[in-house]
Structure formats: C-alpha cells, structure tokens
C-alpha cells in the first residue's frame, strides 16, 4: 500500500501535468489567428474548474488527519473508476474540440 506522501506526490504531478496541458493549449489558442468558440472556451474553463476542484481535493488531504485521510482515500478508491473515466471523456472532450479547433 502506498504511504500518505506517495499518494499526494501522485496527485500533484496529476494536477501539475493537467496545468501544464492547458497552459499549453492556451499557448496554442493565443497562438492561432483563428476565433475560438464559445463552446472551446466553454470546455477550457470546465477543465481548469476540475484542475481547480483537485488542487482543493489535495489540501483537504494535506490538512485531514490520518483517519480522516484514511477516510477520504477509501471513498476515493470506491469512486475512483467512476472519476477517472469522467474525467478522462471531459479531457477527450477538450482534445476533440481542440484538434477540431486547430484543423480550420
């Protein structure tokens, strides 16, 4: 079983890889000489809202006590799968848009 600092380490380089992806898609956008849609923008805000959600995710944990971390790590691992593939169609969701975005 991984240790309480293992598992936050894990997180953090989640939420620094997931900055850095709309970072660089932001790059790209004020990059391009196209107008991006509502609905790219729309996509782009709810993946920073979700990155936002887990930055706060992870100082909950930092903060919580064993047993409450210990807690909050179970109802994570119950959840887990179901979060992770919301997560992931909300991500391929963005990519779509954004190939789509970028091909015009």
């Known amino acids: 079983m991984k240790s309480r600092e293992e598992i936050q380490a894990g997180i953090e380089e989640k939420i620094d890889l997931g900055r850095k992806q709309i970072d660089e898609l932001k790059t790209k956008i004020s990059e391009s000489s196209g107008e991006v849609s509502k609905e790219f923008k729309d996509a782009l805000a709810d993946a920073e809202k979700k990155l936002s959600g ?40 963005l990519s779509d848009k954004v190939r789509s975005f970028f091909s015009k």
Do not use: G, P
């Open 54 to 93: 887990a930055k706060d995710k992870l100082a909950e944990l930092k903060d919580a006590s064993d047993e409450r971390f210990e807690e909050l790590r179970a109802q994570a691992e119950d959840n887990w799968e179901s979060i992770t593939k919301h997560v992931q169609d909300s991500w391929d969701s």
